[in-house]
């Protein structure tokens, strides 16, 4: 386990993050990249890592954007962008596509978040704000279903809140299911024992642990 | 299985109140010329039973603008270009149950294969399993889930044979396959009818006795 | 409903009985035809009928059973005998199979019987005999999943004793699945109202009430 | 995945008292070469699911001879050639779990789909539901039936691609992709391993993710 926490001296971008993600999985790994910004992590696994990208809409073997005359209306990814096919792709429908995913045969999932508890908790998919539309997709599929759920996020919002919170607030997508969080100032395990710092970014354990309240094993 | 002349005939006695399966995600797999049918044919007072709730102005958004579906049933009605059931959502003109995707397409299958409900393991814990049924199995809590029949199906598939047999193409497979098991009637729109054997038997996705209807469109 | 019972002066073979049967199956059915004796079925469907059959390990458009250089040991009926396959055929796995039977999509699935009760509770796996070894198979699946379940054997055992009975006394098949009973010297419907006589071959309606010591409608 | 070079090396780590599912109906699909090798590795204690419980003297059958199978799951234990689980079923020494064929699929497809249990029609009043937990659905009865796990899969496909993708020949397809998602370590046998990109990508049948070992046999 790294426990360095004299990092760099800056914050990471949104490829810093992903690239650091796109490391911590093992090679030949069957992969969910969540939509949004989970997506950057396709552009850093290493060629020849043997990781294959399952698109929830029913695909293995998911291959980059599609661009140009390749763009094909019945090839998307879960975010309805046009993609590509890879050699030894295989198709399949909705029921067959969730039952791998939920029968657990999913190595990693990346997933966005608006919050994560330190037990692991994880909420994404509904802020609960009066007026909004709900919306849930296969989000808690994923959150129950891959072996290991890492999330990638800013730690905090906009407004400064923390993102990783001793416990959510916002409704929940699934309980105990992410193993680590990756974001710009720092990378965290959680789980049973709470949160852990692995790494930082521009900041410091003493600054992180009054800024989230948080025992930070 | 009969081949229609056109999708009106295709869609003429679907009923007021009836609960419609709709295939697609996002445009992928939408069968665009039956929804534009059912508009024309006019049945009202309708479930829908889909992955979105519409995009644009047309296809099933068109079906909503018109005010003839009283329920969604779907996993991610929220996108960028939903206004058609994010205005009704907000008039209180429509109502939502809002389904996790892999449950859509697991409640869907049970419905087809004779499953009379199942314990699933999405959403524990979640706001979408409140009132729900649950049971720790093995260590693990699930949540009770029913099926989800429909009185018609109407998918998008690639081709057909004149027996009903369907192929699907790349992700527009979608939910298809498992709507064409879960519903009294089943109609489904295609680039091209082919002669009986004019399909590999080992390819066919969806068999000929989960047809009733095909239509070239 | 045919109710005349003052039928021909012998009793019908086992081509005559699967003859009948195959009268009573509606054109365009979908047909599992039972291990044994309703196998026969097949030889009297009408050409042109457009009646497809199912076998239960896995395929939809099975043909007459296979000979010569048509046998081939990956293409068997349920009863493992090498059949042919019929353009318009296609191939699923077990799950899917079943699911097909269980979900009620078969139209007519024929069955042979050890008992059928007046109620149309069928035995049919297991005589209860000591150091009987049971087998199972798909008989129980078949039994609750087609819409009509017809039984075709003979109305007595060697042994005399009626097989059309008040109440099975051998292990349960299934409750209340089967609709029509065919036998040599009779045809019944059976059900919630008890047994009711369609035809009668080479006996007579006081005969059979005497032998079978039930109300025969 | 590993293309293994020999059937032994693919077996090499099963253990003691593992269950193995063993693909096949009678002997099409059935993975001989794996379960000689099995043999010749030594496991002993063993459970096997599978539909049959040996055919002659070889396969199955001699796996079961040499004392290495303790239980058997399976739905037709009793065929014309299955002299060595008879006498030792007789002897009582080995253990029956008679279970509808259906219901031997759709437990397996639940383990692999994440299902914790399923209502299921297959069964209600018959001997094999006895003891289980049953529930009226909408005025139907159902049956509480558990996911069925392996340890390890056996299981024979046509052809692989080096990724591990399957495709299956006829009516030999079966059990083979369901039992694919049900056990932990998946060996499949084939007659042809294919580079990757060799097999459609429409028509794979068991994709990559499920198969841990392939070997040519």
């Known amino acids: 386990m790294i426990s360095d926490t004299s990092g760099p001296r800056t914050p990471r971008t949104r490829h810093e993050i992903a690239a650091a993600i796109a490391r911590d999985i093992p090679a030949g790994s069957f992969v969910n990249l969540g939509i949004g910004q989970p997506t950057l992590v396709a552009d850093h696994l290493a060629p020849g890592s043997g990781i294959v990208l399952h698109t929830e809409n029913g695909m293995l073997g998911m291959g980059p954007a599609a661009h140009g005359d390749e763009i094909d209306p019945d090839?998307?990814?879960?975010?309805?962008?046009?993609?590509?096919?890879?050699?030894?792709?295989?198709?399949?429908?909705?029921?067959?596509?969730?039952?791998?995913?939920?029968?657990?045969?999913?190595?990693?999932?990346?997933?966005?978040?608006?919050?994560?508890?330190?037990?692991?908790?994880l909420a994404n998919w509904d802020t609960g704000a009066p007026g909004s539309i709900p919306g849930v997709g296969g989000a808690m599929d994923l959150a129950i279903g891959a072996k290991q759920v890492f999330v990638m996020m800013t730690l905090f919002a906009k407004d400064g809140t923390p993102k990783l919170v001793p416990s959510c607030t916002y409704p929940l997508t699934g309980l105990a299911c992410v193993s680590r969080v990756y974001t710009d100032v720092a990378t965290f395990e959680v789980g049973d024992r709470g949160a852990r710092l692995v790494e930082v970014f521009g900041t410091t354990r003493d600054e992180l642990t009054t800024r989230l309240g948080l025992d930070l094993g | 299985m009969k081949v229609c002349d056109s999708a009106a005939e295709a869609v003429a006695d679907v009923e007021d109140g009836a609960t419609v399966l709709v295939g697609g995600f996002g445009m992928a797999g939408m069968p665009v010329a039956l929804i534009d049918a059912l508009i024309q044919q006019g049945a009202t007072d309708l479930t829908v039973v889909s992955n979105n709730a519409g995009n644009g102005d047309t296809g099933l958004a068109a079906l909503l603008a018109r005010g003839r579906v009283r329920k969604v049933v779907c996993s991610f009605p929220r996108q960028a270009d939903s206004w058609v059931f994010d205005g009704l959502f907000r008039e209180g003109r429509i109502e939502l149950e809002l389904v996790p995707q892999g449950n859509l397409a697991e409640r869907m299958r049970a419905a087809g294969a004779g499953i009379g409900a199942f314990f699933c393991p999405t959403g524990v814990g979640t706001p979408l399993a409140e009132g729900k049924e649950t049971r720790v199995i093995d260590g693990r809590t699930y949540v009770l889930e029913m099926p989800i029949r429909g009185?018609?199906?109407?998918?998008?598939?690639?081709?057909?044979?004149?027996?009903?047999?369907?192929?699907?193409?790349?992700?527009?497979?979608?939910?298809?396959?498992?709507?064409?098991?879960?519903?009294?009637?089943?109609?489904?729109?295609?680039?091209?009818?082919?002669?009986?054997?004019?399909?590999?038997?080992?390819?066919?996705?969806?068999?000929s006795i989960y047809v009733d209807r095909v239509v070239v469109a």
């Open chain 2, 151 to 207: 009185d018609v199906a109407l998918i998008g598939a690639h081709r057909a044979d004149r027996a009903g047999n369907l192929v699907y193409r790349k992700t527009a497979r979608n939910f298809g396959p498992v709507m064409a098991t879960a519903a009294t009637t089943v109609v489904a729109q295609v680039s091209e009818v082919l002669d009986v054997g004019g399909l590999d038997p080992e390819s066919i996705v969806t068999p």
């Open chain 1, 75 to 121: 090839l998307t990814n879960a975010g309805k962008i046009p993609v590509t096919e890879l050699a030894g792709a295989a198709y399949f429908h909705q029921a067959d596509s969730f039952a791998m995913m939920r029968g657990g045969h999913l190595d990693v999932c990346v997933l966005g978040a608006f919050q994560v508890s330190q037990h692991g908790d």
